[in-house]
Antibody, heavy 122, light 107 residues
């Protein structure tokens, strides 16, 4: 069965960086884009960007440009999201999600990781 | 960026009620609209894609409609496990934005 398993919770100081991993299983990793979203406490969902695991291509939301890097390691079917220069308002649960195979148009996400809480505090 | 406005932000309903949630977008997105259910402490779960297609494994009491800028998620007969927060999401253009959520609570 398809699974996305993320790395554990992190506590970081302002100005530091965090790298969250997302290990895929149960499907061909290179066949589906991986997107990253985040959700601040009690808030809605915020799209951060995507990576094409097949060729490493990426597309980042403008608000994260220059701070976020998404990479993938096809040998271990794992995607990574690296966020630098952390601020207190980066405190959130970070999710990876797979674009479904329903259609190549709708950008709908059928499998999600369990989420990784990143807390930024001095 | 495409702005998403969901209404209401919360509602109280009873088991068996018919529930309707609306999502309006700031520009036309054809049918590139998806709906998710999220329970506390859990990741979102895809319910509807392409505005009206039911995701595999999702109960048929969930349905979606709309096109352009106005979309609706309907739960035909609310069940105890449906009390959750619902989000719409546009897949038309990046950044792929989400609505602010509609919390469905028990009356």
């Amino acid at each position: 069965q398809v699974q996305l398993v993320q790395s554990g919770a992190e506590v970081k100081k302002p100005g530091a960086s965090v790298k969250v991993s997302c290990k895929a299983s149960g499907y061909t990793f290179t066949g589906y884009y991986i997107h990253w979203m985040r959700q601040a406490p009690g808030q809605g969902l915020d799209w951060m960007g995507w990576i094409n695991p097949n060729n490493g291509g990426t597309n980042y939301a403008q608000k994260f440009q220059g701070r976020v890097t998404m990479t993938g390691d096809t040998s271990i079917s794992t995607a990574y999201m690296d966020l630098s220069r952390l601020r207190s308002d980066d405190t959130a649960v970070y999710y990876c999600a797979r674009v479904s195979g329903n259609s190549k148009w709708y950008e709908d996400f059928d499998y999600w990781g369990q989420g990784t809480l990143v807390t930024v505090s001095s | 960026d495409i702005q998403m406005t969901q209404s209401p932000s919360s509602l109280s309903a009873s088991v068996g009620d018919r529930v309707t949630i609306t999502c309006r977008t700031s520009q036309s997105i054809s049918n590139y609209l998806n709906w998710y259910q999220q329970k506390p402490g859990k990741a979102p779960n895809l319910l509807i894609y392409g505005a009206s297609s039911l995701q595999s494994g999702v109960p048929s009491r969930f349905s979606g409609s709309g096109s352009g800028t106005d979309f609706t998620l309907t739960i035909s007969s609310l069940q105890p496990e449906d009390f959750a927060t619902y989000y719409c999401q546009q897949g038309y253009s990046t950044p792929y934005t989400f609505g602010q959520g509609t919390k469905v609570e028990i009356k």
